[in-house]
């Protein structure tokens, strides 16, 4: 499986996913570490990816995703943004809706 593939099944198989520095018990950087609070104060459940560890992916990402800064939110399947959007989302509430709408549970 090559880098391309590996970012895209990452991306599907997690309905919320954080492309960060660091994890998030340990975040690298002040931008991983208010995404994640955002993520956490709306309640999400989500899968992150420490590109610190895996710079093919670091490396890559950008390119797939067509965005040049970590963190990189993803909610199924589509690239929300970095933390500015991510912390604008949380401030108007728009965040929990789509946490929670990702989060349900397949019909």
Known sequence: MNIEERIRKTVQDN???????GTPQFPMCG????AVQALKSCG??????NVLEDPDIRANLPRYSNWPTFPQLFINGELIGGCDITLELQESGE???MVKDAQKAPA
Not at 31 to 34: A, M, N, T
């Open 31 to 34: 931008f991983s570490q208010r």
């Open 95 to 97: 965040l929990a809706r």
């Open 15 to 21: 309905p919320i996913v954080l492309f960060m520095k």
């Open 44 to 49: 999400a459940q989500f899968a992150s990816v």
